[in-house]
């Protein structure tokens, strides 16, 4: 089977231009069929401050309420998306831009309530790679934003790690899928505060260890379930760590097996 | 040749929900390659006013400065393309949203400053069908926003009824293409007064002397130029009237012959 990259860029190299655009350029002269999948950064509490909307909260976690979910496809699918893909056509990298409504790609429903009513977020039931795989048979770049659908006229917001496993386990079928997760460190770190502590391969043992020893913690927990969770989906290689990885061969990072 | 149809809506049907949705209900269920673009609506004065954002006007025409062209890619691009898709995967209709950039589809020069600098408005200069054709054969429908690139990394506001004429000459290489402009109007009027005076034929001979006459002026003499601009480009077919045209047999419309 042919390779296939799928790459997760978040909220440090979204809310920094020169940091994206330095991405974008490397981004654009990767071989082969790619995929991007970008968060949604600063941008979106933003223009939600300039709006006058609050931000909801309930017990530490966000809610995404109307206004919320209209601000995030204003952001995400607008603002941001348009900014990525304009910027891959000016490096002849053909690309189109894609919500997970789009092609009908991601269908999600929207999360049952149980403690917690999240609002408008969407938990992934199915990927439909068609329209996906006719592009990038031909060469063109799905660029992805962390929104969703549930084919009843239903925009919901979904994380952008989610949305870049399942896709990764979409394309899994007709690709060999290598899925990137870039972000601000060099890897899981054994010591969060020590970037020369990366851990350079987690397995589905070794992880359990490291949950249990308080070392994966926090943010990193519901990633490396994505991660874990595509691994054992027959996605062949995931690698975690800072953007460089890609582009360059001496670079440390954590890859996740089986 | 298989024909295919290129239908713009504007503000009138966007800015109504009912309207809106009514419209998307229709449209999914016309058969054969179809192509949707639409206009911008009030949507994008009233987040300009919500942010504090002045709307820039020069002798009566507007601008797009930098936050203008920002507050369209939001509107246009994110809120209400990611709208209609949504809509039209309810009724499954496949389809896709795209901005001039995506794709590589529609590439303009910015606008050049002669008596006023417009800011960030493109002129369209070539339409790129490869992607478009791709999805259309496969029975999926691009949907478009008045957005365009110039191919070096900028996003440019285009209007919309340019849009849709510039890519009915784009497919008409491929395609036998018919072009509906849906505004609020039963078609061209002879007395605006009268939605009963609809013009039901207009040619090149015709066309000159309602304009000697005074008969098109205003907002009708730039949508019929872009008329003009597609029939004498292989374009089969333009008509211009209430959506209703499209979907119900007993309707009034104009129809520009050459």
């Known amino acids: 089977m042919k390779a296939l990259k799928i790459i997760k860029i978040g909220g440090n190299i979204i809310d920094d231009d020169k940091a994206l655009s330095d991405f974008i350029f490397?981004?654009?002269?990767?071989?082969?069929?790619?995929?991007?999948?970008?968060?949604?950064?600063?941008?979106?509490?933003k223009l939600a401050n300039q709006m006058g909307i609050e931000v909801k909260m309930t017990n530490g976690r966000r809610i995404t309420d109307a206004d919320t979910l209209d601000i995030a496809t204003m952001v995400y699918a607008g603002k941001i998306n348009k900014n990525i893909i304009v910027q891959l056509q000016a490096y002849n990298c053909n690309s189109v831009g894609f919500s997970g409504a789009d092609g009908n790609s991601i269908v999600s429903i929207k999360r049952p309530v149980k403690a917690i009513d999240f609002g408008f977020v969407g938990d992934v039931v199915k990927v439909n790679t068609e329209v996906l795989n006719l592009l990038v048979n031909n060469n063109i770049t799905p660029v992805f934003c962390a929104l969703t659908h549930d084919t009843k006229g239903q925009l919901l917001n979904t994380n952008a790690d989610t949305i870049a496993s399942e896709l990764a386990i979409g394309f899994a079928k007709d690709f060999e899928v290598e899925l990137y997760y870039c972000f601000e460190k060099e890897g899981v770190l054994l010591d969060?505060?020590?970037d020369d502590s990366?851990?350079?391969n987690i397995n589905t043992k070794t992880y359990q260890d490291l949950i249990e020893q308080g070392i994966i913690a926090d943010g990193m927990l519901p990633k490396l379930n994505n991660c874990f969770h595509a691994i054992e989906n027959k996605v062949s290689k995931i690698c975690i760590g800072k953007p460089k990885m890609l582009f360059k061969s001496n670079s440390k990072f954590t890859t996740i097996q089986k």
Not at 31 to 45: E, F
């Open 198 to 200: 990366v851990i350079e």
């Open 26 to 45: 490397e981004f654009s002269k990767l071989k082969g069929p790619k995929v991007l999948v970008h968060g949604g950064g600063k941008l979106a509490s």
């Open 192 to 194: 969060v505060e020590d």
